[in-house]
């Protein structure tokens, strides 16, 4: 009797210890899984081209690709705000990589610290539309030069003035080739979309160029006069290494009908993909599309 219930007070304790290497090993495996997807970061630092609507909707295709997302927002419009303007920007230390969607902060010191961290740490950078002049201290700040130099120095160009047109897309054809590219099944679009001028920084390589009208005029600006043309054409996205080692994908798209184009979507995806070395979606993924109606520009009634 007693050696019997030795026996089976043994086989019990075998069976734990199993059970409990065995819950051990998994919860070990979906914390791998889940440290192994890409953490991507939305910064929406602006409601101009309403990013509040269409950041969401991409960061779920984003995820559906493979990544985890955050979205970091305050409430408010963030362009008047000097405090509190993006509460949870800490999350920046975990970001594999930071899409930035902003336009003419004021973050204070703390808030402005998580992003200069996170520049200098070398990790990806990708700005949409506005993000190129993300920033907009006063005069004699001590952070006014990063005014141009968020666009210059982590993005490849400077804000310089945008046109007045939709914009004729066309893709760079000896570019092609570039990682970000893959899979873009149309050469040319229209986008409804300001054309933004560009000013690029060296080693940046042109992936797709836009041409729109607007009036001619001379602009004078901290880096230098610039004549503008009726008819203008510029590059509208491109991959860049910044000055601290990061991979870096700028593009003036983000005016809410470019998502109804599914090539944009595409590159955009490839461009997040692509900046963390992650597998880009297959030629036969599905790419989502959606149309969202801009609300900055809606009459008040």
């Known amino acids: 009797m007693y050696f019997q219930s030795f026996v089976v007070n043994i086989g019990q304790m075998m069976m734990r210890f199993t059970l409990l290497l065995l819950l ?20 929406l630092g602006t409601l101009h081209y309403s990013p509040e609507l269409t950041m969401p909707v991409f960061a779920k295709e984003l995820e559906r690709f493979g990544f985890r997302t955050t979205l970091v927002q305050g409430t408010g419009d963030p362009e008047k705000k000097m405090e509190n303007v993006l509460p949870n920007i800490s999350v920046l230390k975990d970001a594999d990589a ?20 996170y520049l200098k740490s070398g990790k990806p950078v990708i700005g949409l539309r506005t993000a190129n002049h993300s920033f907009k201290y006063p005069k004699g700040h001590p952070r006014e030069a ?45 986008s409804p979309g300001t054309l933004y001028l560009a000013q690029l920084e060296k080693g940046c390589v042109p992936l797709v160029m836009g041409t729109g009208t607007g009036k001619p005029r001379l602009l004078k600006k901290a880096f230098g006069e610039i004549q503008v043309k009726e008819s203008e054409t510029a590059p509208v996205a491109w991959a860049w290494k910044n000055e601290w080692g990061g991979k870096s994908f700028y593009t003036s798209f983000g005016h809410p009908g470019d998502f109804a ?23 036969n993924a599905k790419i989502t599309t ?10 008040k009634k």
């Open 24 to 43: 051990i090993l998994v919860d070990g495996f979906v914390v791998r899984a889940h440290s192994a997807r890409p953490h991507a970061v939305f910064v």
């Open 98 to 117: 930071v899409i930035f969607f902003s336009r003419f902060m004021k973050l204070p010191d703390e808030e402005w610290q998580h992003i200069e961290d």
């Open 146 to 190: 990063w005014n141009d130099d968020f666009g210059r120095r982590a993005l490849g160009t400077p804000y310089i003035v945008h046109q007045s047109s939709e914009t004729n897309i066309k893709v760079v054809a000896e570019n092609v080739g570039h990682p970000i590219m893959t899979h873009v099944a149309k050469r040319e679009w229209v």
């Open 261 to 283: 184009e599914a090539s944009f979507n595409r590159m955009l995806l490839n461009a997040i993909c692509w900046s963390v070395d992650h597998p880009l979606p297959a030629k």
């Open 290 to 299: 959606w149309k969202l109606e801009r609300v900055d520009k809606k009459k």
